[in-house]
C-alpha cells in the first residue's frame, strides 16, 4: 500500500515567486492536512481539507492557499514567496477527521533565494 | 486553547537505558494526544495515540504512553533504548473531533550513547 506521496521533495524558488506543492494521500483517505516545519517555529497547521472542502486554517497569511481535488489529492500554493517561507512542508492523510490516525508524507523541502 | 510543552530539547540516554520523554498540555476540552517520530530528512511517524480510552496506551517499537489528566501530562517511556530510538520526537494535541489541526510541542531530539 503506497503512503503519502509529496511532490517535489526538494525545490529552489527566488523572493517574489510563487509555489506550487502537491500531496497524493493514501488510497480510500478522504481528509488531507498540511503542516509547516521550521527549525524556530517548529510544526504550524496549515490547513485541513475533507471532501474538498476547507475544515480548517491556521494563522498563515492570505498569501498561502490550498485544495482539494475530487480524488482527494491536494495541493498547496504560495505566492510572493519570502525567504521566511522556507521550511520542511508536510501532508498528512487519514480516512476522514477524528481519531483515525494521520500518515505524514516525507515533506517538500522549500528553499526561497 | 490548546498548547503542548515538552520539556528538554535534547535527552542522551545510554543504549539499555529507561527513555523518558516529557510533554504536558493545555486544554480547555478533553484532548486527543499523539506521540509522534521523525528521523533525519523525513515526515513523521505515528507512535500512539490516546483517544479517551485506556490511559495507558502502548505504541510501536516498545514505546508506550500515560494519560494523567490530574497532571495534564503525557509522558512517552521506553523501558530499554536501543541506537535505532535516536530520533526527534514530537507530542501533539488535539481538540476530540477535530484531530486536523494538530498542535504540535517544539520536540525533544533523543541521542542514544552505545
Known amino acids: 500500500k503506497a503512503g503519502v506521496t509529496q511532490t517535489p521533495r526538494y525545490l529552489i524558488k527566488t523572493r517574489g515567486q510563487q509555489v506550487t506543492l502537491s500531496c497524493s494521500p493514501i488510497s480510500g483517505h478522504r481528509s488531507v492536512s498540511w503542516y509547516q516545519q521550521t527549525p524556530g517555529q517548529g510544526l504550524q497547521f496549515l490547513f485541513e481539507?475533507?471532501?474538498?472542502?476547507?475544515?480548517n486554517k491556521g494563522n498563515f497569511p492570505g498569501r498561502f492557499s490550498g485544495r482539494q481535488f475530487s480524488n482527494s489529492r491536494s495541493e498547496m500554493n504560495v505566492s510572493t514567496l519570502e525567504l521566511g517561507d522556507s521550511a520542511l512542508y508536510l501532508c498528512a492523510s487519514s480516512l476522514a477527521p477524528g481519531n483515525y490516525g494521520y500518515t505524514f508524507g516525507s515533506g517538500t523541502r522549500l528553499t526561497v533565494v | 486553547a490548546q498548547s503542548v510543552t515538552q520539556l528538554g530539547s535534547h535527552v542522551s540516554v545510554s543504549e539499555g537505558a529507561l527513555v523518558l520523554l516529557r510533554c504536558n498540555y493545555s486544554s480547555s476540552v478533553p484532548p486527543y494526544l499523539f506521540w509522534y517520530v521523525q528521523y533525519p530528512n523525513q515526515g513523521l511517524q505515528l507512535l500512539l495515540k490516546?483517544?479517551?480510552?485506556?490511559?495507558l496506551v502502548k505504541g510501536i517499537n516498545g514505546f508506550e504512553a500515560e494519560f494523567k489528566k490530574s497532571e495534564t501530562s503525557f509522558h512517552l517511556t521506553k523501558p530499554s533504548a536501543h541506537m535505532s530510538d535516536a530520533a526527534e520526537y514530537f507530542c501533539?494535541?488535539?481538540?476530540?473531533?477535530?484531530?486536523?489541526?494538530?498542535?504540535f510541542g517544539k520536540g525533544t531530539k533523543l541521542s542514544v550513547k552505545p
Open positions: 501533539a494535541v488535539s481538540p476530540q473531533g477535530s484531530q486536523g489541526n494538530l498542535i
Open positions: 481539507y475533507f471532501s474538498e472542502t476547507q475544515r
Open positions: 490516546y483517544t479517551s480510552a485506556a490511559t
